[in-house]
């Protein structure tokens, strides 16, 4: 199994694995936690099942997944909308990312750089044109601040739309308030983030006291894995620093509410990835530590 691959210490034996594996598939391995006897036993597992156990049931969801476009959920609500068939269109097309944007044209060898030409931050890809440009925040936040909005939306769907219409914007009138921990405690904010091109992850996160002040702060490179991983290992480094500042009391929030579902079992997802128990392993140490989303409640 892949104890075989790790060095005397338990970490992934890389001068040995780079002989034998491409350097995508080394970056998809660096965001996953070698295999120890304290994580349970290193064994195989089926991707399509939360328990990562084989069962005819989730075999059967993953073959209808991937089988053909006509089962996507997206196609049932899209083409269902009330709307003229540009909308539909235009609608269907931004759901599969089928833009030809910067990050497409560079992907296709057609062009050179993948950033923005209009306000020239970050890269151009479907959510910078639709919400992350200037331009483009600028044109929502007309549309959101407007009253009559609310009376073109009429059916579930427009509801969603506009409350995710509204929260990519942003407020009319932010106004961004962190909530301090308990009294003799700390805050551990984690976040992550993916790169649609590569996949490569990113982690960050910031500790403060009860006052609000910096108490550390930290990033880095995860390697190739999805966004839930990614927030897992975000979790998992903020418990890391937190405990080796000798923080005894601890609150991480995360954004991601099926990370902190795991995070506290209430989701079986990912229960048998050594991050997950390594996470475990860490909050069974002699101290307290909670685990919340942004909208501050208690899972």
Not at 8 to 29: F, K, Q
Not at 239 to 259: H, N
Request: one cysteine or more; aromatic letters at 10%; proline letters at 4%.
């Amino acid at each position: 199994m892949l104890s075989g691959m790790l060095t005397s210490s338990g970490e992934w034996d890389w001068g040995r694995l780079e002989h034998i594996l491409p350097a995508s598939v080394l970056d998809t391995l660096a965001a996953d936690k070698p295999p120890r006897p304290q994580y349970g036993p290193d064994a195989p597992g089926w991707r399509w099942d939360e328990r990562r156990r084989f069962t005819l049931a989730s075999a059967y969801r993953s073959l209808l997944s991937d089988s053909t476009q006509l089962r996507d959920p997206k196609r049932r609500i899209i083409w269902a909308l009330r709307v003229p068939q540009r909308i539909r269109v235009f609608m269907w097309i931004t759901a599969h990312k089928w833009y030809l944007t910067n990050v497409e044209l560079v992907r296709r060898h057609i062009s050179l750089s993948d950033g923005c030409s209009i306000c020239f931050k970050g890269v151009e890809d479907i959510e910078h044109v639709l919400w992350k440009c200037t331009k483009a925040h600028e044109l929502w936040y007309n549309v959101l601040r407007s009253d009559k909005l609310d009376s073109f939306m009429s059916t579930p769907f427009d509801d969603w739309l506009l409350i995710n219409l509204r929260h990519k914007s942003g407020p009319v009138n932010p106004e961004i308030v962190w909530k301090g921990p308990d009294r003799g405690w700390v805050k551990v904010n984690v976040d992550a983030s993916v790169n649609s091109t590569d996949n490569q992850a990113l982690i960050g996160g910031l500790i403060r006291d009860d006052s609000g002040g910096w108490v550390l702060g930290f990033y880095g490179v995860v390697g190739r894995c999805s966004l839930l991983l990614a927030e897992m290992w975000a979790i998992h480094e903020g418990l890391c620093r937190a405990w080796d500042t000798g923080c005894r009391r601890v609150e991480v929030e995360t954004d991601s509410k099926e990370a902190a579902c795991i995070v506290n079992r209430v989701s079986h997802a990912l229960a048998g990835s050594a991050l997950v128990q390594a996470i475990w392993t860490l909050m069974r140490q002699e101290w307290l530590v909670q685990v919340w989303t942004l909208i501050q409640f208690r899972l």
